[in-house]
C-alpha cells in the first residue's frame, strides 16, 4: 500500500542522523506557554516528529484551549525550515465524537445500526478539525466491554463484534476517504490495541485475561476491519494480558497486528504507556523500558519522552540495532507521505456553512436514540401541554458527552429550549427542575401536563476516561423526583442522558415510555424533539445488553452454554441462575422499538439448504430471507437481525452470535423482502493459534428483532 513511498524514504533515511531519526518517533503535548520556547528549540533540533495537541493526560475530561492554527503552522515551519532533515510534523489530537460540532457518543452512533451515516458524519468531523491543522485523530475506539461500568464504553462500538467492525470501517473510511492527503481528511487511529475494554471490575486501566481464543474472535474483529479499511495507526493499549503489557509485548503489536492483520502503518503508544513499564514491573529502566517497547513494535512514544532521550544510547551500546529504529521510522515517514505533508504541511483554514453538519448531526443522534418502552404515550402531539421535568432540562454539557474537546456547551439547546421551539404556537410546557428547587412546584408543574415529560440521567463527567461507576444507576435524588411524579397519576415519559446503560429494575416499571437519549452530542435536544413528537419514528436498537441490576454483571448476549441447567441467564430458564434474583437482560442485545408495528413471517430458508464445505469455501452461499410487514400507522425503519449459533463443534460456540442485519424502511401497510447472504467468512470461528475454520455440520440461523428471537431454521455445511 504504501510502497510507491519506499524510494523517497530511503533517500531521506540515508540523509538522517541517528538522532534525527529517533526524533520521528518522539510526540510530546502541545507545550504550556511557558515551555513554547523550549519546544521550538526541540523542533530545531529534529526532535519532535508529532504533537499531541492536548495539555494534559485525559483530554476528554480536562479543558482545552481552542486550536490557535498560526501557532502550529508557526511551528510547522521551524520543522520543515530548520530542523535537519526539514521533516514535517503530523499534529494529532483526539477528536473522538465531533469537532465543533458533537455528534452523539460512539456508542450511541453504534446504536443507530447506520453506518452509513456514521461515516457521514465523520466526513463532516474529518472536515472540521482538518480545517485547524488536524491531520491525525485518535479515533475509532474499537474496544469490546461487556461491564458498562467502565467509563469508556461510551468510546465504543459496545459488545459485539460485527458492530465493532461495521464502525471501524465506517469512522475509517469517513475520517480517512479514499485519499487521506485530501486536506479535508485526518489519518485515522484505531485504539486501544488490545483488550482496554476488558479492564477487570471495569477498572479503568487494570488488568485483563484474555484467553487467545477470545482474543482472535471478540476482540480483535473490530481491529481486523480497520486494517482492511486502510486505517493509517493503531495505538497500544495501556493495559497488560495475561500478565503482559501490551507495550513490550511482540506478540500482540508484531505477530498479531502486522504478521496477521497485514497492517503497514504506524504504532503510537498509549500516554506515557513506555515509561509505565517500570510500573507494570517489567523493567526498572527507561531505557530499557524504550528498547523493550520498539522491539516489540511500538513505533512512537507518546507523551513521556521515554524514546528520544534513551533509544540514541541503546544502539550505540547494542542493546538495540539501529535496524529497529530504522524500521520504525520508515513507518511514520509513510503516513506523512500518504497524508501529504511532505506537500504541503501547513493549514489554510476555510470557510464552510456548519449548518449543513449540524442537520447530519441531528440526524445521527435521531437514528441513535432507543426506544425502550411505550405504552401507547408516544409520540406526544405539538399541541399538548406537556409537564417537563428534572435536572436535564436546562443541562447543556452533558448533553455533548465525554471526550468532547472543541464542541461549545453554550452552543447546545437545552431541552427546555427545544421543546418550547417544537411546541411553539401550538402547546405548552410546564417546566421544572424538580431537583434542589421547591419540589411541591415540580408536583404543580406535573399535574398542569396532560403528560409529563422527565429529563433524567448522568452528568459527562461520569463517563469517559477514569470515570468507572460501582453502580450504574442513576441518582438517588431523581428516583424520588419520578416517584414523586408519579403520583400525580399523569401518563409519565422518560428521556434518559445517558453514556452507558443503566441498570433499570426498579425504574423502568414507573414509566409509560422510555427514550434512551444517551449524551447525543450538539444536536441532542432537537433529535429527542423530532423523536418524541413523531416527526421521526425510533429505530436505534442496544449494542449492548441493559441488565437489570450492576451485580449482574458481566452480562452479555453472545455467550457460550455453560452445559448445566444454570445456563441459560440471557434467554429462558433464568430461575435456576441466582438464588436472590432475575438475571434476564432488562432491554436484550438489538432490542428497541418503533411507533409501529413490524410483523415477522417466516424464515425462508435457500432453496438448498446444504452447501459442501468446498463449494463454500469457493464462494457459494446461503441465501435466506423473510417477510417484515409494516403493519403500524407510521413509515418507519425496522433493524431486521439475523444470528447465527453453530451447536456442535470443536470449540464450544455462542448461543447467538449477529452476523447480519439490514436497517430497512418500510411503508406503513406495506411488506418488505429482506434478503441476506452468509459465506465462508460468516460461518466459522478462529482458533486460539488464530486459525479461521469451517466445520462442516448443522448451523442454526435465527432472524428475528432482537438477539432473543426464536424464530429459526437450520443450514448444513456438508
Ligand atoms: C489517553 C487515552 O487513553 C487515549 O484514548 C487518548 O487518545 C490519549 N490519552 C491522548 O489524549
Not at 478539525?129 to 462500538?157: C, K, Q, Y
Not at 404556537?425 to 409529563?452: C, E, Q
Not at 401518563?491 to 409509560?512: H, L, N, T, W
Not at 458481566?554 to 440471557?570: E, K
Request: some cysteine.
Amino acid at each position: 500500500m504504501y510502497k510507491k513511498f519506499d524510494a523517497k524514504i530511503d533517500a531521506l533515511l540515508a540523509k538522517m542522523s541517528l538522532h534525527d531519526k529517533i526524533g520521528q518517533l518522539n510526540q510530546p503535548c502541545t507545550p504550556l506557554p511557558h515551555q513554547v520556547e523550549q519546544f521550538k528549540e526541540w523542533i530545531r533540533k529534529g526532535e519532535i516528529g508529532s504533537i499531541l495537541m492536548a495539555v494534559g493526560a485525559t483530554a476528554g475530561n480536562d479543558p482545552q484551549g481552542a486550536i490557535d492554527v498560526d501557532f502550529y503552522n508557526e511551528l510547522q515551519r521551524i520543522a520543515v525550515e530548520e530542523s535537519p532533515a526539514g521533516i514535517p510534523m503530523i499534529f494529532g489530537r483526539d477528536v473522538i465524537h465531533g469537532h465543533r460540532t458533537v455528534f452523539p457518543i460512539p456508542l450511541a452512533m453504534a446504536a443507530s445500526f447506520d453506518f452509513d451515516l456514521v461515516e457521514q458524519s465523520y466526513v463532516d468531523v474529518a472536515r472540521e478539525a482538518a480545517n485547524e491543522t488536524v491531520h491525525w485523530t485518535f479515533t475509532p475506539m474499537l474496544d469490546l466491554s461487556r461491564d458498562p461500568r467502565w467509563g469508556r464504553i461510551i468510546e465504543g462500538p459496545g459488545e459485539d463484534p460485527l458492530v465493532g467492525a461495521c464502525m471501524a470501517k465506517a469512522v475509517v473510511k469517513g475520517c480517512q476517504g479514499e485519499d487521506v492527503s485530501h486536506k479535508d481528511r485526518m489519518v485515522a487511529c484505531a485504539k486501544h490495541y488490545i483488550g482496554y475494554g476488558a479492564a477487570e471490575g471495569g477498572r479503568d486501566y487494570h488488568r485483563t485475561e484474555i484467553s487467545n481464543y477470545s482474543l482472535y474472535n471478540y476482540y480483535l474483529p473490530a481491529f481486523r476491519a480497520a486494517a482492511e479499511a486502510g486505517v493509517g495507526t493503531y495505538m497500544s493499549s495501556f493495559n497488560e494480558i495475561n500478565g503482559q503489557p501490551v507495550t513490550s509485548s511482540k506478540f500482540y503489536l508484531t505477530d498479531v497486528l502486522r504478521g496477521q492483520l497485514g497492517f503497514e502503518g504506524f504504532v503510537v503508544s498509549d500516554y506515557g504507556c513506555v515509561e509505565q513499564l517500570i510500573k507494570q514491573g517489567v523493567t526498572d529502566d527507561r531505557g530499557e523500558a524504550s528498547s523493550m517497547a520498539i522491539e516489540a513494535g511500538l513505533d512512537m512514544d507518546m507523551y513521556d519522552f521515554c524514546y528520544i532521550e534513551n533509544l540514541e544510547e541503546q544502539v550505540k551500546n547494542g542493546r538495540i540495532p539501529e535496524s529497529v529504529i530504522d524500521t520504525a521510522v520508515r513507518r511514520v515517514l509513510r503516513l506523512k507521505m500518504a497524508k501529504g505533508l511532505f506537500e504541503d504541511p501547513y493549514c489554510k483554514p476555510e470557510k464552510f456553512d456548519r449548518n449543513v453538519h449540524l442537520a447530519h448531526a441531528r440526524e445521527m443522534a435521531a437514528n441513535s436514540m432507543v426506544l425502550l418502552k411505550n405504552d401507547g404515550v408516544l409520540p406526544l402531539k405539538k399541541d399538548m401541554n406537556i409537564g417537563l421535568i428534572g435536572p436535564f432540562i436546562n443541562e447543556r454539557r452533558s448533553l455533548l458527552g465525554s471526550w468532547t474537546v472543541d464542541g461549545k456547551a453554550e452552543e447546545t439547546p437545552t431541552l427546555l429550549e427545544a421543546m418550547t421551539e417544537a411546541v411553539e404556537g401550538k402547546g405548552k410546557i410546564h417546566a421544572n427542575v424538580g431537583i434542589s428547587l421547591d419540589k411541591d412546584f415540580t408536583f404543580r408543574m406535573a399535574d398542569r401536563g396532560d403528560v409529563v415529560v422527565l429529563a433524567l440521567g448522568e452528568s459527562w463527567a461520569r463517563t469517559g476516561e477514569n470515570k468507572a461507576v460501582s453502580d450504574i444507576t442513576i441518582t438517588e435524588d431523581q428516583k424520588s423526583l419520578f416517584k414523586k411524579v408519579k403520583a400525580t397519576g399523569k401518563k409519565m415519559v422518560g428521556v434518559f442522558f445517558c453514556g452507558r446503560p443503566i441498570a433499570m429494575e426498579g425504574i423502568a416499571e414507573y414509566f409509560d415510555a422510555i427514550l434512551y437519549a444517551w449524551h447525543s452530542g450538539s444536536e441532542t435536544t432537537h433529535a429527542v424533539c423530532d423523536v418524541l413528537f413523531g416527526d421521526v419514528v425510533p429505530s436505534g436498537r442496544l449494542p449492548v445488553t441493559m441488565p437489570r441490576l450492576a451485580t449482574h454483571i458481566p452480562l452479555y448476549y453472545n455467550v457460550t452454554p455453560s452445559g448445566r441447567p444454570c445456563n441459560c441467564y440471557y434467554g429462558e430458564n433464568p430461575g435456576n441462575c441466582y438464588v436472590d434474583s432475575y438475571p434476564t437482560p432488562y432491554y436484550p442485545f438489538g432490542y428497541g422499538l418503533s411507533y409501529t408495528k413490524f410483523v415477522y413471517n417466516d424464515i425462508i430458508n435457500c432453496a438448498n439448504p446444504e452447501v459442501s464445505l468446498a463449494d463454500l469455501e469457493a464462494g457459494k452461499t446461503f441465501k435466506l430471507s423473510i417477510e417484515v410487514a409494516n403493519a403500524g400507522d407510521y413509515d418507519a425503519k425496522e433493524l431486521v437481525q439475523l444470528y447465527i449459533h453453530d451447536p456442535v463443534a470443536k470449540m464450544m460456540r455462542p448461543m447467538r452470535e449477529l452476523k447480519a442485519f439490514e436497517k430497512t424502511f418500510i411503508k406503513k401497510g406495506e411488506t418488505a423482502l429482506v434478503e441476506f447472504e452468509l459465506g465462508y467468512k460468516d460461518l466459522g470461528y478462529y482458533t486460539a493459534e488464530g486459525d479461521y475454520t469451517v466445520e462442516p455440520g448443522k448451523i442454526e440461523v435465527f432472524i428475528g428483532e432482537n438477539c432473543l428471537t426464536e424464530r429459526m431454521t437450520e443450514i448444513v455445511i456438508k
